[in-house]
């Protein structure tokens, strides 16, 4: 297996699904509140800061609930937001949506605001100095590209058994490391709540797990290789790359946890659960199911927002003499998904993919005595 630094370093367009997530991070509202609460009164000046915050609008949903709730124990208490993400990050829009008419600061009232790029592998802010911490949609995002042999596979769930064992070490691992810097990062008592895309275990299915799963995840494999039967990609290539994203059962974040030994002495599980959503719950573009080219070129256009910049740095562009032509690639990659998705959808009841999303939420805490 061989990996390569940076993932998802350019700026993605995640503005285009702006309700992308935003269900469940609602969903989170009571967790977040009753959290806030319970961290207030370790410091004098709380702060929360959301990693992988993205343009903004779902990271308002996450940070406000978490300030009201704080401000209406004390309103004098000095408070802070950080919102972290890649420098690639689409810094504009978050300005705007957190500093905006609607954002956090009402005539020259409200928290500290603080804007970080960077990567969350590393530590990000000073030791001790958070009190709760959050990662929405954001952590099954990998540390590294990856490239191994997976002749048929280009997502984690579809490698053969040796090659996924070898994969779902890694992921543990990257899931620790980011655990362990927000652990440098929260004062003792504090909070990380980590939510995003898992998956279920189940002792019948490949791999053992029925990981989160769309049209796109489901698709992509099957065009990525129609495109090498007619040569517009080279086998190898296509054959070596896999998607650098892992959806984590309840078991592999358990253990992420408990089979490292100072993460396990830093913290305590507080909550850990993997729900699915039902089919009409997973599919945010399930009401244009009626009209199978509206839906297929919405659907397609939200995925190539979030898996373009990897797919053309890590594949296309070494199938390609130049960068122009290997933005064609993904122009014939996406038109070629596009149709495939919606021959699907003509196919009615007899379709043979349909949403199904599974969260993973953690909540974590750090022990008085844990790091730093
Ligand atoms: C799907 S968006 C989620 C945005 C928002 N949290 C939400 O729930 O809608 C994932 C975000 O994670 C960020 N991200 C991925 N890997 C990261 C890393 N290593 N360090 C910092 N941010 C990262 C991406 O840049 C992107 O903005």
Request: charged residues 25%; aromatic residues 8%.
């Given at each position: 297996m061989r990996i390569l630094a940076a993932t998802t370093g350019e700026q993605v367009d995640f503005n285009q699904e702006p309700t992308l997530g935003l269900r469940d991070i609602n969903e989170h509202t009571g967790m977040l509140e009753e959290l806030a609460l319970r961290t207030f009164?370790?410091?004098d000046a709380p702060k929360v800061a959301d990693f992988g915050c993205g343009p903004g609008q779902s990271s308002l949903n996450i940070v406000r609930p978490v300030l009201d709730a704080w401000s209406n124990e004390n309103p004098k208490k000095q408070l802070s937001a950080c919102f972290a993400d890649l420098p690639g990050n689409d810094w504009g829009s978050l300005r705007a949506t957190v500093l905006?008419?609607?954002?956090?600061?009402h005539e020259d009232r409200g928290p500290q605001v603080e804007m970080l790029a960077g990567n969350f592998y590393n530590q990000m802010l000073c030791s001790g100095s958070v009190a709760l911490a959050t990662a929405f949609n954001?952590?099954?995002?990998?540390?590294h590209q990856v490239f191994m042999p997976s002749p048929k596979a280009l997502w984690f769930s579809e490698l053969p058994s040796r090659q996924y064992q070898a994969l779902r070490q890694v992921a543990k691992d990257d899931f620790a490391l980011f655990v362990s810097k927000r652990m440098e990062e929260l004062m003792p008592g504090g909070c990380l709540v980590v939510s995003t895309m898992g998956a279920a275990q189940d002792t019948s299915a490949r791999n053992g797990i029925i990981p989160s799963k769309n049209a796109v995840i489901a698709m992509s494999t099957e065009v990525m290789h129609d495109m090498v039967s007619d040569g517009l990609l080279q086998q190898h290539h296509v054959e070596n790359f896999l998607f650098p994203i892992w959806f984590l059962t309840e078991e592999d974040a358990r253990d992420a946890i408990l089979q490292n030994e100072v993460l396990a002495e830093a913290c305590e599980i507080d909550h850990l659960a993997v729900t699915s959503r039902s089919r009409e719950e997973s599919?945010?573009?399930?009401?244009?199911?009626?009209?199978p080219e509206l839906y297929a070129r919405h659907k397609v256009e939200a995925d190539r927002a979030v898996l373009e910049n990897t797919l053309e740095a890590q594949l296309f562009n070494r199938c390609a003499a130049s960068a122009r032509d290997a933005h064609r690639l993904s122009d014939e990659f996406f038109s070629r998904l596009e149709d495939a998705i919606r021959q699907d959808v003509l196919a009615g009841p007899y379709r043979r993919h349909v949403d199904r999303k599974r969260i993973l939420t953690m909540v974590l805490r750090k022990r008085k005595s844990g790091l730093s």
């Open positions: 009164n370790h410091t905006g008419k609607d954002g956090l600061i954001a952590t099954h995002w990998l540390r599919d945010p573009k399930a009401y244009l199911l009626d009209q």
